[in-house]
Nanobody, 124 residues
Framework: QVQLVESGGGLVQAGGSLRLSCAAS????????MGWFRQAPGKEREIVAA????????YYTDSVKGRFTISRDNAKNTVYLQMNSLKPEDTAVYYC?????????????????WGQGTQVTVSS
C-alpha cells in the first residue's frame, strides 16, 4: 500500500513556472514507477509524464516535451514535476500515481494508487 499527497499547484500566468511535488508513504517507494496525469474539465485523464523506479527511464506526452521535467528522490519518497513555460491549455487538476512495476506504465489503467490531485490554473 502507498498513499500519495500532491502539493505545489496554484494560479500562474502564461509563461510562468510551477513545481509539483508528490510525497509517498511507505518504505518501498523505490519499487514504484510513478506518473503524473492531468484532467481538464470535460476531458479524459491523460498522462503527462512518467518515471521508472530507478529514474533510468522517463516518458513525456508530446505537448509537454521540452517544458516539463519529471524527477524523483527515492531517499525522500517524493516525485516532482517541474513545469516551465506554462500555457493556458496546461490548466487542469494534476494527479500523481504509482504502480509497483519494473517497467514504465503509460496508461492510467496500469496505475494502482492515486493522489487526491492539485489544481493548476494558467491565466493568459
Amino acid at each position: 500500500q502507498v498513499q500519495l499527497v500532491e502539493s505545489g499547484g496554484g494560479l500562474v500566468q502564461a509563461g510562468g513556472s510551477l513545481r509539483l511535488s508528490c510525497a509517498a508513504s511507505g518504505r518501498t517507494f523505490s519499487s514504484y514507477a510513478m506518473g503524473w496525469f492531468r484532467q481538464a474539465p470535460g476531458k479524459e485523464r491523460e498522462i503527462v509524464a512518467a518515471v521508472s523506479r530507478s529514474a533510468g527511464n522517463t516518458y513525456y506526452t508530446d505537448s509537454v516535451k521540452g517544458r516539463f521535467t519529471i524527477s524523483r528522490d527515492n531517499a525522500k519518497n517524493t516525485v516532482y514535476l517541474q513545469m516551465n513555460s506554462l500555457k493556458p491549455e496546461d490548466t487542469a487538476v494534476y494527479y500523481c500515481a504509482a504502480r509497483n512495476s519494473p517497467i514504465l506504465p503509460m496508461s492510467r489503467y496500469e496505475y494502482n494508487y492515486w493522489g487526491q490531485g492539485t489544481q493548476v490554473t494558467v491565466s493568459s
